[in-house]
């Protein structure tokens, strides 16, 4: 494992041996000018890219740990993905910078910018649909990693604030945002929101921060604080009820009789496209009779109709429908 640590002006690589005594080795003639962000190994290279502050992209070898070349952009690198010999570079003016065929030698071709806001790309995803997903601001800008072209924006107006780290788990692309304790998980096929959920109210955790770093693993996700510690939190999928499945006709339920009611069930929507169909034939024919058409519904207790509506339905039955048949809108999964 390779790690690059220091001051404001430079940066040290260290090698750190993973096993059952790990081990650290600094590498003392590998310094990097300026301080560094960002790392990226891009395997069929076999070399690590190093991303700095002041502009500048370090190639270094992984077998001798000495630079092979350096590249300056147009300002700072937040971040890298790559695919292959393809590498994505995140700039803080708010583009994104790609390299295509890129190796062991000093880049022959110049950089393509593709402009993503105006302000800074903290954050890429790099998703298993030959997608690249780019964080700026409040919104997402997917890039196809084939073509290089604009598929898809999404613009989150809910209050989340700014976007500040995206990682492509197996259950899709997790969002945390800037100064936030707020975590999203997205479809990465529909762009749409499967869960969405601040983590100070889940009651395992003792010590709440702001989200600094994320990291989904299977079915767990790791999340990292201001605070330096460290959650880890299980996703499972959440098991629905199972609904009730209800007539679509008044014939599929007992008749009315007087005083009492039938045991049928009928949704608000249902009630509303009735309504609709009858207020259609009204536009089209105002002379025409308003044909009665009834619904059996339940009534806890048999009684006279009130005020009947003309589906055979009291309003006041029908204000309590709607508040009890409103459900809320859950996702597939939960973190617990």
């Known amino acids: 494992m390779c790690l690059c640590s220091g001051e404001k002006d430079q940066g040290i690589i260290s090698v750190i041996t ?3 005594e790990p081990q650290m080795k600094i590498i003392p003639d590998m310094v990097i000018k300026g301080r560094a962000v960002c790392m990226k190994y891009i395997s069929s290279c076999d070399m690590v890219l190093i991303g700095t502050l002041d502009f500048y992209v ?3 070898d992984c077998l001798t740990w000495k630079e092979l070349w350096s590249l300056r952009f147009i300002d700072s690198v937040l971040t890298m993905e790559a695919v292959e010999n393809i590498v994505f570079f995140a700039l803080a003016e708010g583009s994104v910078a790609v390299i295509k065929n890129i190796d062991r030698s000093y880049p022959l071709s110049e950089p393509l910018l593709i402009r993503i806001g105006s302000s800074s790309v903290p954050c890429l995803a790099l998703v298993p649909n030959q997608m690249l997903w780019c964080g700026s601001e409040k919104s997402i800008t997917v890039l196809s990693t084939v073509t290089c072209e604009l598929e898809k924006s999404v613009v989150m107006n809910d209050g989340t604030g700014k976007i500040y780290k995206m990682k492509c788990g197996q259950q899709g692309v997790w969002v945390s945002f800037r100064s936030s304790t707020i975590i999203c998980l997205f479809d990465v096929d529909r ?33 990292g604080t201001g605070d330096g510690t460290i959650h880890v939190l299980s996703v499972k999928a959440r098991e629905l009820p199972q609904k009730d499945v209800s007539p679509k006709d008044a014939s599929d339920s007992p008749k009315m009789q007087e005083g009492n ?16 169909e009858v207020e259609e034939d009204e536009d089209e024919d105002e002379g025409a009779k308003l044909k009665e058409v009834k619904i059996a519904v339940h009534i806890s207790a048999p009684g006279k109709l009130h005020r009947k509506s003309r589906f055979g339905i009291t309003l006041r039955h029908r204000k309590r429908l709607i508040e009890t048949k409103k459900e809320e809108k859950v996702g597939p999964y939960v973190l617990a």
């Open 58 to 60: 370090y190639a270094v």
């Open 18 to 20: 993973v096993g059952q």
């Open 261 to 276: 009611i039938g045991c049928g069930l009928v949704t608000v929507e249902e009630v509303e496209e009735k309504e609709e």
């Open 191 to 223: 762009y749409t929101k499967l869960l969405q959920v601040d983590y100070v109210t889940l009651p395992t955790l003792e010590t709440h921060d702001r989200i600094t770093s994320l990291l989904p693993v299977q079915g767990y996700l790791w999340l």
